[in-house]
T-cell receptor, first 112, second 116 residues
């Protein structure tokens, strides 16, 4: 099976802009989670989607949002970008029930 | 109460040695404890995971030891190889309160270097 894929892999944006990141889960996985990874804060949970419904949300401002489509693909959006949003954004998928969360390669976002 | 504390921050081991990384948690509702390995430029890869009903789980050279009463768990890498040099993360999750295992609380990571 193909792994989790994320597009784009690298992105440079300017402060104040918005950005949309895409994720395709492993085939058959219906749960998709998003994480932010930075050197200072480590890996932090953003949100989780299951069957197009947000099931969990982390402690991030409302500028961070996401959605899941009927084919389980997911997108996350960050509006009004700030310098501190520069990070590696990771998408992960799971078949559920504690079967394991599998991460994609991430999208490296740089905000200038 | 949601924290997972990981130590050491960095670890240097000789080839063939044993690497040991420790984690401690506070939330007694955690009931799923995975370990991840991350190489530079890659996403974290699931190595091995354990639930609190067992005290040890082994997969190849990787072993998780779990101490429920102490709220601690550790990763042991036997016969460490230079190819094991990476950052290792412990994590914890719970299904309590309507959440799911898609929400992981991660430790801060351990940079492992295995010298040839």
């Amino acid at each position: 099976k193909a792994g989790v894929t994320q597009t784009p892999r690298y992105l440079i944006k300017t402060r104040g802009q918005q950005v949309t990141l895409s994720c395709s889960p492993i085939s058959g996985h219906r749960s998709v989670s998003w994480y932010q990874q930075t050197p200072g804060q480590g890996l932090q949970f953003l949100f989780e989607y299951f069957s197009e419904t947000q099931r969990n949300k982390g402690n991030f401002p409302g500028r961070f949002s996401g959605r899941q489509f009927s084919n389980s693909r997911s997108e996350m959006n960050v509006s009004t970008l700030e310098l501190g949003d520069s990070a590696l954004y990771l998408c992960a998928s799971s078949a559920g029930g504690g079967t394991g969360l599998y991460f994609g390669p991430g999208t490296r976002l740089t905000v200038t | 109460q949601q924290q997972v504390k990981q130590s050491p921050q960095s670890l240097i081991v000789q080839k063939g040695g044993i690497s040991i990384i420790n984690c401690a948690y506070e939330n007694t509702a955690f009931d799923y404890f995975p370990w991840y390995q991350q190489f530079p430029g890659k996403g974290p890869a699931l190595l091995i995971a354990i639930r609190p009903d067992v005290s040890e789980k082994k997969e190849g050279r990787f072993t998780i030891s779990f101490n429920k009463s102490a709220k601690q768990f550790s990763l042991h890498i036997m016969d460490s190889q230079p190819g094991d040099s990476a950052t290792y993360f412990c994590a914890a999750s719970t299904r309590a309160g309507g959440t799911s295992y898609g929400k992981l609380t991660f430790g801060q990571g351990t940079i492992l270097t295995v010298h040839p």
